[in-house]
């Protein structure tokens, strides 16, 4: 099963069931303040998935390493190898 | 009194493994190249530097797709420096594309093992004897350089840039949900049939080719291993990461998405 496949059934399923229970179509007497909460469930989800991939985002782009060590040790090395080429016999 | 010992020979199973006991592994690194005169040198004297160091037997293999600048003038200089069972020159007419590139260098690789990397010392070879370790380690397929876990890392990136990376990757995890952390990145090491293998299902090119080979390779149930890298990016500020690749990445990722 491709992944979208997989998506789409994860969806249809919880979508099939969210709507059976709002829509009473269970027959199923859920209290007022149940049935509020699952009638605004979908938006709540969408709103803590849009705030956790923000914050995921960002607490990754923050601590992003920077490899300065990286690129002082590229720069010597490739001064040494000029030189160690260059004695070797190579024409830049 | 000496003694009488009867000597008997190993059993024949026993000598059978010893004479076949594992020939000695072999690198074969490919270095596809399109303008790299300046860098070549250097990548292989690193590769060269890195490898000797660590007793690894190596071959370098250089796929120039005809760059107008004179990179083949040189890797031919680097090649009677180094010798040719060190270095191989396995040139094309033209820019034809980094798979068919990997096609080709593969025919005449003489190792067991392919290590694909960037010319541009964006990757550095210092890693290798660590991505080698790690294969070892976990008996992997292919071992990943990856920027994003441990202390891997980039230098050269402003915020904007780090910020598209970081989004893109994320956005290929809730997709893809790969089991690897850097889809995008193309310094690792595969066992040589493997590889084969996914050059042979892979149907993209550019950055998605990298990405779809890890996620056939899962398909595939190949074993991944990590190693994080330190990626030294000295081409961000002269080529910024434009509109047109983050589109045809976002294309490729749903194409993945779509059919996988």
């Not at chain 1, 994860?10 to 027959?27: D, F």
């Not at chain 2, 490898?51 to 890797?75: C, H, K, L, Q, W």
């Not at chain 2, 398909?219 to 291993?225: C, E, K, S, V």
Request: proline letters at 4%.
């Amino acid at each position: 099963m491709t992944k979208l496949a997989q998506w789409l059934w994860g969806l249809a399923i919880l979508g099939s069931t969210w709507a059976a229970l709002t829509t009473g179509a269970l027959g199923l007497e859920l209290p007022l303040s149940c049935q509020e909460v699952l009638w605004l469930l979908p938006a709540y989800l969408l709103v803590s998935a849009g705030c956790y991939a923000l914050a995921t985002v960002g607490y990754r782009v923050a601590t992003f390493h920077d490899c300065e060590d990286a690129a002082r040790e590229l720069q010597s090395q490739i001064q040494e190898a000029r030189a160690d080429l260059a004695r070797r016999g190579l024409r830049f | 009194m000496a003694s009488l010992e009867v000597r008997r020979s190993p059993p024949r199973s026993r000598r059978e493994l010893e004479v076949r006991s594992p020939r000695r592994d072999r690198y074969s690194v490919l270095l596809p190249t399109y303008n790299e005169r300046e860098n070549l040198p250097l990548i292989v004297w690193l590769l060269v530097k890195s490898f000797s160091e660590s007793g690894i037997n190596y071959e370098i293999i250089i796929i120039d797709d005809g760059s107008p600048d004179g990179t083949r003038d040189v890797a031919e200089q680097l090649q009677k420096i180094y010798g040719s069972d060190r270095i191989l020159l396995k040139p094309r007419e033209k820019k034809l594309g980094l798979g068919t590139a990997y096609i080709h260098g593969m025919k005449h690789a003489t190792g067991n093992y392919i290590i694909i990397m960037d010319a541009d010392l964006s990757h550095h070879p210092k890693f290798i004897p660590e991505f080698i370790r790690k294969q070892k380690e976990g008996n992997f397929d292919i071992v990943s350089g990856t920027r994003y876990k441990g202390n891997g890392g980039v230098y050269g990136w402003d915020l904007k840039r780090k910020i598209i990376s970081r989004g893109a990757n994320f956005l290929t995890q809730i997709l893809l949900r790969p089991g690897a952390s850097d889809l995008t990145g193309s310094f690792r090491l595969y066992r040589k049939e493997v590889l084969e293998k996914l050059i042979e299902k892979c149907v993209s090119k550019g950055y998605v080719f990298q990405m779809e080979m890890i996620v056939r390779a899962r398909q595939l149930n190949y074993t991944i291993g990590e190693v994080p890298i330190s990626f030294v990016d000295r081409v961000y500020g002269e080529s910024k990461l434009g509109g047109n690749e983050i589109v045809s990445f976002l294309k490729g990722l749903l194409t993945l998405f779509a059919t996988t």
